[in-house]
């Protein structure tokens, strides 16, 4: 049995001697691991020519131009911009000479500053003998967690708070004992400023491209002074985003782009029931296309090549495959009848409790709903691809993937070669949304190539991608509540965890509102079809169940929702972001008859965002979502104009998915297959929207995910209140609703 508590720094204040004792080491052993532990920040760092990496993070050209390079993958998120202004901001740099590339694919650039904020976390005072051996353990310890992981909403809230600022202040450091050893002055004589030194007794300066290579002689700091946010000139700037020039000019390259010499094209065919293999290959009703190349059968996926993947498109169509096997027996129905089975067991795995549910539940007036959301896809834009070139025991891979380094280890594997061996070109990714953090196109495209001998680029149809996800989960959850004197004094929830991916430590367990005694309870019950992380993960399914319910439980009290939420809330955060909501919305205004206006609040990934959706509901059930309002309150906030472009590009996934999303199963077939049969929103259903954000000098949070969650409770909320109707299961369109 646990209890969710809030996630605080378990290191607390540290001294050399608290130290020692409470880990009881009390012979040589940690004195030489802390001496011998190498710099983390200086374990990339060297003289590349005409340009000297001062840092892991930093290199320094001549004349002056600054790269960054940041251990993420760019997906569209902008994390990359958002990283560098964290960084140039404690180096002092001129940001009009600051540019960005995704760190290169080695175990030097593990992303070890992942590990320091989920562990470490905001708030503690660890002492600086102690950094080189405690950095150096998490490189060690979360390399093989978390490699260069791209999600989860981590960039700027744990690599760039914990990391980047701290690579830029280092580097000024640096930069600053360099010109006092040129000069033969004090540090704290000099002073810096957009990628200048300056003297000012002497009237010397030096710009950084000068100093470089002096200062690559030094070692980085690892706990270097930190600049106050009040000093602060480039974060909190809306900054052009650096990876934007490329995309629009047509040179950025995206996976799809790739082209290496003598390369051929290869799609595949993967059984329409997971698990079978292949029985038998009639090859021939293939028409034999110009260019077209062989057949490749590896069991369980079959390819075909060619010079171009419209030919081994049409070849693969013509193909006549017979596969055996697999998980026939499995459908949604059987799926939604095994979770109402496990739920009804009554065996749970308690994530919060407080008080005397049952009693409390008994005197109040009680209030009973059950929600069900299906399988959903991520349907990225850019169709699953991975480009592989194979020399004796070495190999090549072009991939955009959210985890480059757990790719290069999951192709080294199928390849049966050494991790140093696989040379990983990272690029751009045309939309991750959690699917790219996966490797099966990575090892498929690997094993196509150990079959060939010339580089192939292997191509996912859409149709072989979406029957091939790794969906969000379908699950179900149940609650109950009880009012008494307008309050909450009660609540239960009991769901199915389908396991999504991500860690424990930053799911959603807990009631986010003030109730005095508290049961949630799950019943964990694997997927039959895999399932992974998908935007925004478990807050989407949550937060549907949680703020639905809310909705249902002001009606019950009689309460309005705003003020309903209000009063079980003291978490001055979250006060603040609700009743911005109602000022900007001005909630409580008439609306027109079949329009109706609906709200939510989530907190996710360390934001909280709430939400508002003006809705009008036509007869015959055309729902035409007019605005959406959201309030934001991210902590300090990197880059505005990128912040807004998240939180407005995550309602427009998180309304598609409530209009429309849905995986179904038939005989272990997915049913769904391409946009026709999983729409996509278009611009004649998208609503207008407003973005506000809370000022904070909070820690920032994650952006790219927490505008999803509100969105869909609030929606539905909107459509109760302009029709009367009660939604608890997704998508809309299950109740005869559709969007106009």
Known sequence: MTKQTKKRSTLGKWTRRSFLATTGVVGGGLALGITLS?????????????????????????????????????????????????????????????????????????????????????????????????????????????????????????????????????????LMQAAAAEWDVPVD??????SVITHGPS?????????????????????????????????????????LPAKVNGTAEF?????????????????????????SIDESGVTRH?????????????????????????????????????????????????????????KFEIMDEEGDVPAALAAGTAVQAAFDVPYL???????????????????????????????????????????????????????GFGRRGETDFVTVAARVAQQLDTPVKVIWSRETDMANDTYRPAILSRMEGAIENGRITALRQQYVDAQSGMPDSERPFAFQY?????????????????????????????????????????????????????DHTSDPRIRGVLGRLGEVTEWGVDLPDQHGMGIAMVKSFETIVAQAVLVSVAEGGGVRTHKVWSVVDCGRLINPSTGEAQITGSVIYGLTSALWGEITLEGGVIQQLNFPDYPMMQLANAPEQEVHFVESDEAPGGLGEPGVPPVTPALVNAIYAATGARIRTLPISKHGFHAA
Request: include cysteine.
């Open 255 to 279: 996976g799809i782009d790739v082209t290496v010499p003598g390369m051929v094209y290869a799609t595949i065919a993967l059984p329409s029931v997971r698990g079978a293999t292949v029985a």
């Open 189 to 194: 004589s000099l002073t810096v400023r957009d």
């Open 38 to 174: 190498p710099n983390r920040l200086k374990m990339a760092a060297a003289d590349t020519g005409n340009e000297v990496t001062l840092n892991t993070w930093v290199k320094i050209a001549p004349d002056n131009k600054i790269t960054v390079y940041f251990p993420h993958s760019e997906m569209g998120q902008g994390a990359g911009t958002g990283l560098a202004q964290m960084l140039a901001e404690e180096m002092e740099a001129d940001w009009e000479t600051v540019s960005i590339a995704q760190a290169p694919v080695t175990d030097d650039y593990i992303n070890s500053d992942l590990g320091r904020g989920y562990i470490v976390g905001e708030g503690a005072n660890i002492p600086a003998f102690m950094y080189p051996m405690l950095d150096f353990a998490f490189l060690q310890i979360v390399g093989g967690l978390v490699g260069q992981m791209t999600g989860g909403s981590t960039a700027i809230r744990l690599t760039g708070h914990h990391g980047m600022r701290r690579a830029g202040a280092a580097a000024r450091e640096m």
């Open 377 to 431: 896809a991520h349907a990225t834009m850019e169709p699953m691809n991975c480009t592989v070139a194979l020399n004796g025991d070495q190999a090549e891979l072009w991939v955009g993937n959210q985890n480059m380094l757990f790719a290069r280890n999951a192709a080294a594997e199928t390849l049966g070669l050494d991790p140093a061996n696989v040379t990983m070109h990272p690029v751009y990714l045309g939309g």
């Open 514 to 566: 003030d109730v005095p005694n508290r049961d949630i309870g799950r019943v964990i019950c694997p997927s039959p079809i895999p399932v992974g992380t998908w935007r925004a993960v478990d807050f989407t399914q949550m937060g549907f169940f949680t703020e639905t319910f809310m909705d249902e439980l002001a009606e019950a009290a009689g309460a309005d929702p705003l003020a309903f939420r209000l």
């Open 203 to 243: 009237s010397r300066s030096a710009a950084f491209g000068e100093l470089a290579t002096r200062a690559a002689e030094f070692t980085p700091n690892l706990k270097p002074a930190l600049k106050a946010s009040a000093d602060y000139r480039i974060v909190g700037q809306s900054k052009p985003r650096l990876d």
């Open 290 to 346: 110009t260019g077209l190349g062989r057949v490749v059968d590896l069991g369980d996926v079959v390819a075909v090549t060619a010079d171009s993947y419209w030919t081994a498109s049409r070849a693969l169509e013509e193909l006549q495959i017979t596969w055996q096997g697999g998980q026939t027996d499995v459908s949604s129905d059987s799926l939604r009848a095994q979770h109402n089975a496990d739920l009804d067991r009554g």
